[in-house]
């Protein structure tokens, strides 16, 4: 049988800390994403159509999107 001790008042704020600002950077980064995605779209896919290059660039923010729930499921099992 295992025993776990609670978190100690520092360790709590610790990994609130960590938590919160671990959010705060995957959002940022996503509203980056968002604010210059005209920029975005047209360095990096075709100009012959401002439209298709603008929703080809919101495919991959889509894609991103997506991909951060499936990468917690596949690696929420690494522990320390």
Known sequence: MQTTSPMTHRARIGAIFRVTSGNFLEQFDFFLFGFYATYIAHTFFPASSEFASLMM??????????????????????HR
Request: proline content about 5%; overall charge positive.
């Open 57 to 78: 660039t919101f495919a991959v923010f889509g894609a991103g999107f997506l991909m951060r729930p499936i990468g917690a499921v596949v690696l929420g099992g690494v």
